[in-house]
Structure formats: C-alpha cells, structure tokens
C-alpha cells in the first residue's frame, strides 16, 4: 500500500496571506489527524477527522481550519499567516481512529516571512 | 486536558550502553501510551506502545514499562546501537487524541 502523502512539500508564504495543506490517508484509513512540529515544542495535536467530522481539537486559534472529504483525504487551512506558523506540519493516518498505530506522512515545510 | 512531559531533552550514551527516557502524564483516564523514533530528516515511527492495563512491553532491545499509579512511563533500550541515534516521542492518549512529550534526542556515540 502507498504511504500517507502530503502536498505541498515546502511553502513559503508572507505574513497575512493564507495556505490550504493536503493530507492523503493511507487507503483504507478513515482518521486523519494534523500534527504542528517546531522545535521547541514538539509534536503539537491540531485536530482529527474521522469520517468528514472534526472529533477532536487541539489548543489553537480559530485561524487554523480543517476538513476531510468522502474519500478520507484532508484538508487544513491557516488564515492570516504569522510568523511563528512557520513549522513542519504532519499529519498522520489511522485505520478507524481510536488507539493505534499512527502512520506519518512527510510532512509540508511551511516558512512565513 | 491531557499535559505529558518527557524528560530528558538530550541523552548521550556510548554505543552498547543502555538509554533510559522518562514521561509523565496527567490524565488518570489516559488509556494508551505510544513511543515514536525520529530520524533526522524523517517522519515519527511508532517503535513500541502500551495500554494501561499493562505493566510492561518487551520487543528485542527495546522495553517500555507503565506506572499508572505514579502516572509515568519509560522507554527502555539495551545495547544501544549507533542507528538508534534519534529524537524519542512518548504519547498519552485519551480516544483518539494523542498528546506528545516535548522529545528526547538521543545520540549513540561510536
């Protein structure tokens, strides 16, 4: 089976503007969760869509939006770019959710300026 | 919400010795706790996991052992090999929400 996939693989946007990252789930995965990596902080939870509904959020701003699509892939938008959303941005499949193995896709580097 | 703390931030060993990662979680409800390598330049992997209704999980040189008391958790790795050189993710996770330590890089001197 094809790994989990994510386009683009490098962005670089300026301040204010805004990006739409995609996430294409392993097939036959049904969660996708998203995941911001940055240095200092590790591996943060953004959300997870499990059958094109938002079950979980994390602890961010109302700038950062997601949605996912019949066919399981995903979608998560950041609005009104800052600089400190410059980070790796993951995001990872599972089969139905729950608690399981979690399959990372490569990410899309994202550098504001 | 669920806070987990990975301690430590850098660990150096020399090859053959072992490397000990500690974490600590705050939701007593938190059910499953995962640990993910990642290579420099690569996407986490799941190495070993655990539920709670387990004390300890063994695979070859790698061992995690839960406290659910203490609310902590360990990774163990024995006969460290310069290819475990990475940065260590622990995980706590509550339904499908996984929350991450900050990592631990470890190196494994030759």
């Known amino acids: 089976k094809a790994g989990v996939t994510q386009t683009p693989r490098y962005l670089i946007k300026t301040r204010g503007q805004q990006v739409t990252l995609s996430c294409s789930p392993i097939?036959?995965?049904?969660?996708v969760s998203w995941y911001q990596q940055t240095p200092g902080q590790g591996l943060q939870f953004l959300f997870e869509?499990?059958?094109?509904?938002?079950?979980n959020k994390g602890n961010f701003p109302g700038r950062f939006s997601g949605r996912q699509f019949s066919n399981s892939r995903s979608e998560m938008n950041v609005s009104t770019l800052e600089l400190g959303d410059s980070a790796l941005y993951l995001c990872?499949?599972?089969?139905?959710?729950?608690?399981?193995?979690?399959?990372f896709g490569p990410g899309t580097r994202l550098t504001v300026l | 919400g669920e806070n987990v703390e990975q301690h430590p931030s850098t660990l150096s060993v020399q090859e053959g010795d072992s490397a000990v990662i500690k974490c600590t979680y705050s939701?007593?409800?938190?059910?499953?706790f995962p640990w993910y390598k990642q290579e420099l330049g690569k996407r986490p992997q799941l190495i070993i996991d655990?539920?709670?209704?387990?004390g300890e999980k063994k695979d070859q040189r790698i061992a995690v052992t839960l406290n659910k008391t203490a609310k902590h958790f360990s990774l163990h790795i024995t006969e460290t090999q310069p290819e475990d050189s990475a940065v260590y993710f622990c995980?706590?996770?509550?339904?499908?929400?996984?929350?991450f330590g900050k990592g631990t890089k470890l190196t494994v001197n030759p």
């Open positions: 990872a499949s599972t089969l139905a959710g729950g608690q399981g193995e979690q399959f």
């Open positions: 097939s036959g995965h049904r969660s």
């Open positions: 869509y499990f059958s094109e509904t938002q079950r």
């Open positions: 939701d007593s409800a938190s059910n499953y």
């Open positions: 655990i539920r709670s209704n387990v």
């Open positions: 995980a706590g996770s509550l339904r499908e929400k996984l929350v």
